[in-house]
């Protein structure tokens, strides 16, 4: 019986320091028909301090036996405890343990499985055979904080340990963990149920979260290319052979970031699985697990499905590195796993797969690229006041993962690096990860090995920008006479406040000159600095993190250097995404309105020429189209007419119409007009014809590189429900397409929620509520369908509705109706409560946000009070732009001739 403690035992969300695990013996035997499991663990423990009491993680776990053997000491079989808040269990001993002895701790349990389409826990995972026929196999996920609901453990990255285990198992499952087989047995008999034991080697000293558990039916393909076995795991009803792409891909990649990092990768093999249902990927040391679309390519792949295998691999495989050699010592620090390997994945990215400038992608606003825009989605959140720092004492492990971790951390390390050269910087890597190596680091090491490389005091530039939240707007104020300009500081916010900096930013300005870029520390609130007054622009390459505002007379000069070389593609981008996110405060401090801005971006139009520029100037305008969505009909077609002109010429050119010799980045130009442009006459009839002709039978008539825009295009243009079921028939039964692609069946999925009618946007609701959604009864159940509907397939829905405004009024109201059963639902997976950003994305009126104030009144949580904040600070920054703005759109349009049936 389960005795539950409600006294704190432990400081919140610690562990005491007193007992330390050395190796864990693990054995589970799942039941996959009533989706539990049994449990057998035993924890060789060293006593750091001596204690009467062994007090480690345990959530939904029943132990029903424990066996205490202290060294030299009398067994015991201690009672166990439980702290539901704290998320332990705890036994008390007769006796004290002393320091410095060891003691092994004996547990059976059982527990149950997660559900399935989760990502936590033990997962059944269902697998579809080529006869149609389907079977349960399972994984687990246990990052940040799950590996306790699987097996009591000290859960905790700096209590690293050495792991054994077992899998008990049917005997036609394949078992994977983070070593190599080292035995299989059959440990039953009875030939309608016969089970096998499979055993597998001890591993490396590691943290509970890498630890990995899969059982499936697979088939696999090996390469001895790299110094270890590398090899990939799929469903058995994939082509395996469309893995061959994604092998070649980690044989380079492990090749690259052993030559980067100079560290030999240390394990003797390596397993990259393809896990149906799986969202991502995951970084288990040696076992790597992924979505499928990560690793397999479709027979005709796009260019997006290609870069995203690139820049997963590169992102999960420098994990091997940054967090499996190297571990952050809290959650707090996650950051020096993550955004640490988000910039290597750039930096590896960028070496293979030269035709793509990763880094420009990084910079730019790029919605329809794989890993890219995160610069500029890092400087949109923490311009939000529920923004947090870099680094975070007060925040929970499972809040941790968002943009400011991932994208912030990657976009100060990028600024870091080129303050002190790659090369350099490399060098310190190298240092902190040999010094560090098989244990936890903090990030005032990383800043020692960087300092000790490269000579400077890297800590007094660095520290402010991991643990304060925010970052600057540099205001610049020309000298004429003297030619100087005086820059001054405070903390950009996007809801147009100014807020009192007590502490400003050390800023490493790193200027573009004529001929050269020079660095200027920028220590306090304000600077002067030279300049030579025809050519000059801050933050060369956009690789600082902070946005400029510079007079009208120096924005005008830009409009002139757009048509030369001076300004690199970065640049470029950046002193767009500046202009946009000034304009967009509404504040009365800006010295530009909307109207200058659209005026700034005719100006510049027939300079730009190459995708990331243009991603980041139809991403601008994105923007403002979401803020103006409520505004009418009017306002709507001023936008409408205003981005449709401003292509214009690129249609005139061609650039509609895909060939067989566009490079990747003329592809993806492509591509990103397509889905820019669905409202457009040209689009719609390219998309129409393309669509009516997969009707007939030609399964090849949808581009890969704009199938999924297409299906957003014919649902967006059709009145009726005949396009919408079709594409639901494409989604859930796989029908007009090749068998085996998995990505037409999720675009086509995600489109469901493009269709602006109300009948049709309901429908789309019901498909993606975990309470009502027949799609997920089949699909749970017989895996029927094309896809396991996983909550990352359900928010694709929800954001394609917040696009219109019938959808994004749909859902802030699904919301509301299914509060409760979603916070069920989500409740202690990563991200939780990201339906909270998604069903809020769409508003952007006071009104609205009255409505989402008053309904969140009693509803106080820490566990979503973040996202909550931030989801509300976007409306009210919308809502200000609108009040700023509407009138000067209006005349900006009047002015210019534009009729809004244009």
Same mark, same amino acid.
């Given at each position: 019986m389960r005795e539950v403690l409600t006294t704190r035992v432990t400081a919140p969300f610690r562990l005491p320091d007193t007992i330390e695990p050395r190796h864990y013996a693990i054995e589970i035997e799942p039941d996959l028909e009533a989706s539990t499991f049994q449990g057998r663990v035993s924890i060789q423990l060293h006593v750091a301090k001596p204690t009467q009491y062994i007090v480690l993680h345990a959530v939904g776990l029943n132990i029903n036996k424990a066996r205490v053997e202290p060294e030299g000491g009398i067994i015991s079989h201690p009672a166990v405890h439980y702290n539901p808040d704290q998320e332990t269990a705890y036994f008390k001993l007769d006796r004290k343990l002393h320091a410095g002895s060891q003691a092994i701790l004996f547990l059976q349990y059982d527990g149950k499985m997660a559900q399935v389409g989760n990502m936590g826990g033990l997962t059944p995972t269902p697998y579809q055979f080529p006869d149609g026929t389907a079977k349960m196999g399972f994984e687990t996920m246990f990052e940040p904080t799950m590996a306790r609901t699987v097996f009591p453990c000290f859960d905790e990255p700096a209590l690293k340990a050495q792991f054994s285990v077992s899998l008990v198992v049917p005997s036609s499952l394949t078992c994977l963990s983070n070593m190599d087989i080292v035995s299989e047995k059959f440990v039953t008999s009875a030939a309608v149920n016969v089970k096998k034991r499979v055993s597998f080697d001890i591993s490396p000293k590691m943290s509970t979260y890498l630890v990995v558990m899969v059982a499936g039916y697979f088939k696999m393909i090996e390469t001895n290319k790299f110094r270890v076995p590398v090899r990939i795991w799929a469903a058995l009803d994939k082509n395996i052979g469309n893995a061959q792409y994604a092998l070649d891909v980690a044989v380079a990649t492990m090749e690259a970031h052993e030559r980067n990092f100079g560290l030999k990768y240390p394990l003797p093999k390596l397993d990259l699985v393809a896990i149906p249902g799986h969202q991502g990927g995951m970084e288990h040391w040696g076992c790597v697990t992924y979505q499928e679309h990560g690793l397999l390519l479709p027979e005709n792949p796009s260019e997006y499905d290609k870069i995203l295998v690139v820049s997963l691999m590169t992102h999960e495989l420098a994990h091997q590195w940054f967090g499996n050699i190297v571990t952050m010592k809290f959650w707090d620090s996650l950051w020096l796993n993550e955004a640490f390997a988000e910039w290597a994945a750039l930096h590896t990215v960028s070496e293979l797969l030269p035709n793509y400038n990763a880094w420009a992608a990084f910079v730019a606003m790029s919605p329809d690229v794989p890993r890219a825009g995160g610069f500029q989605t890092a400087m949109e959140l923490d311009a939000n006041i529920g923004s947090h720092p870099i680094q975070d004492p007060n925040i929970s492990a499972g809040s941790a993962f968002d943009s400011i971790t991932y994208l912030k951390g990657c976009s100060v390390i990028r600024m870091m690096a080129e303050t002190l050269g790659v090369d350099v910087f490399l060098q310190g890597i190298r240092l902190y990860l040999g010094r560090y190596e098989y244990s936890n680091a903090t990030t005032k090491q990383l800043w020692d090995a960087l300092s000790e490389v490269s000579g400077r005091n890297v800590a007094d530039i660095m520290t402010s920008w991991t643990q304060n939240v925010g970052f600057p707007l540099l205001t610049v104020n020309e000298l004429r006479p003297t030619g100087e300009i005086v820059v001054t500081q405070h903390r950009f916010l996007q809801n147009g406040d100014i807020e009192a900096d007590t502490a400003p930013y050390p800023v490493l300005i790193r200027m573009r000159e004529p001929d050269s870029v020079t660095t200027h520390l920028m220590a306090g609130e304000s600077t002067k600095i030279a300049v030579n007054p025809f050519k000059y622009k801050l933050n060369a390459n956009t690789g600082g993190f902070y946005r400029v505002a510079y007079p009208l007379s120096r924005i005008h000069k830009f409009q002139v250097q757009f048509a030369g070389d001076y300004l690199s593609i970065e640049d470029k981008i950046g002193i767009v995404a500046d202009l946009g996110a000034i304009v967009a405060t509404g504040s009365a401090m800006r010295n530009l309105n909307l109207a200058d801005f659209l005026n700034f971006l005719f100006r510049i139009k027939d300079h730009v020429d190459n995708l990331y520029v243009w991603s980041e100037v139809l991403g601008q305008l994105q923007k403002v189209q979401a803020a103006f969505m409520f505004e009418g009909n009017e306002v709507l077609g001023v936008l409408k007419t205003a981005r449709h002109r401003l292509v214009a010429h690129l249609i005139d050119r061609g650039l509609l119409t895909f060939k067989s010799t566009d490079s990747t980045e003329e592809t993806l130009l492509k591509a990103l007009l397509f889905s820019q442009l669905k409202d457009h006459a040209e689009v719609q009839k390219r998309a129409k014809k393309a669509w009516e002709n997969l009707l007939s039978g030609d399964k090849n008539a949808l581009n890969p590189n704009v199938r999924g825009r297409i299906f957003e295009t014919v649902v967006y243009m059709d009145d009726t429900d005949e396009t919408w079921n079709q594409l639901k028939s494409i989604a859930l039964k796989g029908s007009y397409i090749h068998s085996g692609d998995p990505s037409a069946p999720l675009e086509a999925f995600q489109s469901l929620g493009v269709s602006p009618q109300p009948e049709l946007i309901e429908r789309a609701l019901d498909l993606i509520t975990p309470s009502k959604s027949s799609v997920e009864s089949v699909t749970l159940a017989k895996r029927t369908t094309p896809f396991v509907l996983n909550w990352s397939a359900r928010l694709k829905v929800l954001r394609a509705l917040q696009t219109h405004p019938n959808?994004?009024?749909?859902?802030?109201?699904?919301?509301?109706?299914?509060?409760? =059963?979603?916070?069920?639902?989500?409740?202690?997976?990563?991200?939780?409560?990201?339906? !909270?950003?998604?069903?809020?994305?769409?508003?952007?009126? =006071?009104?609205?946000? =009255?409505?989402?104030?008053?309904?969140?009144?009693?509803?106080?949580?820490?566990?979503?009070?973040?996202?909550?904040?931030?989801? !509300?600070?976007?409306?009210?920054?919308?809502?200000?732009?609108?009040?700023a703005d509407r009138e000067a759109l209006l005349q900006w349009a009047r002015q210019g001739g534009f009729d809004v049936n244009d």
């Open positions: 959808g994004a009024i749909a859902g802030w109201n699904w919301l509301r109706k299914n509060w409760d =059963s979603l916070r069920r639902a989500r409740q202690g997976q990563i991200g939780g409560y990201d339906f !909270i950003e998604y069903a809020l994305g769409g508003l952007a009126t =006071s009104a609205q946000l =009255s409505e989402v104030e008053c309904f969140f009144a009693d509803k106080k949580d820490s566990s979503f009070e973040m996202l909550l904040t931030q989801a !509300i600070d976007k409306i009210r920054a919308r809502a200000r732009f609108v009040e």
